[in-house]
């Protein structure tokens, strides 16, 4: 456990102060050129690129450069077809509004490169809510614009050698507790709409909301990315795939307020009508941290349907569950052929949570025969310590959750752990290899028939993308 201690030691240092000061930059009077040798992997190299500072951009910390990011992208868009085209922050600390992103286009940002979110309220435009929603997250009407937004795009990406995006959140939050807001809180990032996304090597912190909401979208892989919140930040999800086709999200650590990874497709008559499922997603090698949350969500909002979800080497620390299945009378859609091997988790409320009673409808025009269909849900090959209740399995009264199947399972409980571990309504399936000794309504096979619950042999086909090694040398002004 020496490895999972040293988690934690560094989620609760991460937690009371999130964001450390980076360093800063030269005075833009002596400025001169600096040359970079960059190499990184990714889906696709450009033919082109060019620096922010090349487009008036400052790295001071106080300097507006919404108009230089715009500028810049505007700019090297002309090359799409032509190669595309690479924007690189360097060292620095760049004070931006929203921006947009274009195809076949790569932002990369310098390890010293901070982006921080602009706390002026007018460099926020509002958009409109989400069709599959209806409505805003936090309010009715529209949301605020993403940190980095784009849709209707192609080959994109998003890296850095650990580069950081500070999303300043606190101004946000506490609009949000003040019940302040008109609008729904920004993301950090946002791709709607596009195919062919990477989103890889970067540190993002103190998100106002969500922090990586791929949605509408196909092909995506989020890689190798760090995310950092205060544990009592509203909402603060880590990375959310949502209405989204052939996702990978694997090696992030997250320390947040909210579910570290949370799969969606929309939000009761919304989500019905919009009718895109999240599919054919894996999750792997994901670190988690969330005392009030879930290392990984399935809905609530969920009403478009999710299936085909994969996890696999998943750790929690001090993370309130495992997996959650989040859902209730009026979301309608479907949770199936969910497949989930080798958790290993320590300190937590409940290791299996599901539910049917979530509640949290976007209005009051949902259908009441909207009802979700949950079945083919596997976990297998978990250990957990210091756990105060083994599951809470609640399903739907007349339409139980179905095809539950859990296998090889060692759950330690807490001192103070409750007397009965497992609690279990409207639920049906079986178990094998599971300690404590789970609820009647999932059959235990006995030693003689120990059945590993399964886990798909064959890879999704973002598991055989190739990327490329991407080499450059930037001259830019600093």
Known sequence: MGSKMLQIVWGVVVVLGVVSSLGGVECRKKSTRV??????????????????????????GKTSNTKAFRDAINQ?????????????????????????????????????????ASQDIGEWAVINPLPSYGRGRDANGGRYISLIFGTNLTDVVITGDNGTIDGQGA???????????????????EIMHSDTIQISNLTLVNSPSWNVHPVYSSNILVQSITILAPITSPNTDGINPDSCTNTKIEDCYIVSGDDCVAVKSGWDEYGIAYGMPTKQLMIRRLTCISP????????????????????????????????????????????????????????????????????????THYDPKAIPVIEGINYRDVVAENVTMAARLEGIAGNPFTGICISNVTIGMAKKAKKVPWTCTDVAGITSGVAPPPCDM?????????RMCDFPADNLPIDTKEVKRCSYRMNYSS
């Open 76 to 116: 090297l868009s002309q090359y799409g077809s032509d190669g595309g085209a690479q924007l690189f922050v360097p060292a620095g600390k760049w004070l931006t509004g929203s921006f947009n992103l274009t195809s076949h286009f790569t932002l990369y940002l310098h390890k010293d490169a901070v982006l921080l």
């Open 442 to 450: 999932l059959h235990d096979q006995g030693p003689e028939k120990i």
């Open 292 to 363: 009030y949350s879930a290392a990984i969500a399935l809905g609530s909002e969920m009403s478009g349907g999710i299936q085909d979800v994969r996890a696999e080497e998943i750790v929690a620390i001090h993370t309130e569950s495992g997996v959650r299945i989040k859902t209730a009378v009026g979301r309608g859609g479907y949770v199936k052929d969910i497949y989930v091997r080798g958790m290993s988790l320590q300190t937590m409320k409940w290791v299996f949570w599901m539910t049917g009673n979530y509640g949290s409808h976007p209005d």
């Open 171 to 189: 101004f946000w939050w506490q609009q949000f507790h003040g019940k302040k807001l008109k609008y729904t809180r920004p993301y950090l990032i």
């Open 35 to 60: 040359e970079e040798s960059l190499e990184y992997s990714a889906i696709s190299c450009r033919a082109h690129s060019a620096s922010i500072s090349d487009f008036g951009g400052v790295g001071d």
